[in-house]
């Protein structure tokens, strides 16, 4: 399975072009890819992005994806759609992105001035999808609210 995955709102806050604060992405993320999973950053960071202000932005999502120990498919493309078609859009089996209609957010106005990714309702999600099984859904759930008690302990 191939899950396409944001990065600014998403895996981390919204400090364009800065990386933003980790939001918990990093630990559904590690999961999935840990089950097999193929991430895809999809992304309007681009390295020729005029307000960079010097910043590679590209080579920021890559690091960070690093630096979480997170194997990384790709960046912005699937480099298995060539094969088959020539459309911009890239292919995956599930899109996760602040902005995409139905997308869980959090308003944590303390921690970030934007809505941002709400990872602890994604895991359930992953689990009422049938794409992780109960105990890996409250075992994210669990950690979650243990490394960001801020964000996710109620």
Not at 19 to 25: E, F, L, P, R, S
Not at 69 to 79: D, E, G, M
Request: aromatic share 12%.
């Amino acid at each position: 399975m191939i899950v396409s995955v944001d990065f600014d709102g998403t895996c981390v806050t919204h400090e364009f072009p800065r990386t933003g604060k980790d939001i918990g992405a990093e630990i559904v993320l590690k999961a999935l890819t840990d089950k097999g999973y193929k991430i895809i950053c999809l992304s309007m960071r681009s390295s020729e992005h005029k307000d960079s202000v010097g910043i590679d932005t590209i080579k920021a999502i890559k690091d960070w994806f690093k630096s979480h120990n997170i194997p990384l498919y790709a960046v912005n493309n699937n480099p298995d759609q060539d094969e088959w078609s020539k459309s911009r859009k890239v292919y995956a089996n599930l899109y996760i992105d602040d902005q995409f209609l139905g997308c869980p957010l959090k308003n944590s106005f303390a921690y970030s001035s934007r809505p941002f990714v709400d990872w602890k309702k994604v895991a359930d999600w992953l689990y009422r999808y049938n794409l992780i099984t109960s105990g890996q859904a409250n075992e994210l759930i669990d950690k979650l609210e243990e490394e960001y008690p801020q964000l996710y302990k109620h």
